[in-house]
Nanobody, 116 residues
């Protein structure tokens, strides 16, 4: 059974960086167009960025453009979200899932807290 497992979150000061990983188990990342999502406290989950089957990246969220980048590494079943110049408003739980998310594949996410 396919599972997505997120990691790499943590507490970081404003202006800092984090590198989030999404590992696919029970299947092959190469089969999926993927995306990162986030859910901030008291807000709905929203898409941050997506990457196509062939690796074309697209930062969906305007506030993330110029700061975040997305990449995929099919050989080791891993997708990355590199986040730079983090801001307090980036505080959220970050999830990976397919583009046009599959409801049964939501994982636990990884918590990102940006605070001084």
């Amino acid at each position: 059974q396919v599972q997505f497992v997120e990691s790499g979150g943590g507490l970081v000061q404003p202006g800092g960086s984090l590198r989030l990983s999404c590992v696919v188990s029970g299947g092959s990342l190469s089969h999926y167009s993927m995306a990162w999502y986030r859910q901030a406290p008291r807000q709905q989950r929203e898409m941050v960025a997506r990457v196509s089957l062939v690796g074309t990246p697209y930062i969906w969220m305007d506030s993330a453009k110029g700061r975040f980048s997305i990449s995929r590494h099919n050989a080791n079943n891993t997708m990355i979200l590199q986040m730079n110049n983090l801001k307090p408003e980036d505080t959220a739980v970050y999830y990976c899932n397919t583009f046009a998310p599959t409801e049964t594949l939501w994982g636990q996410g990884t918590q990102v807290i940006v605070s001084s």
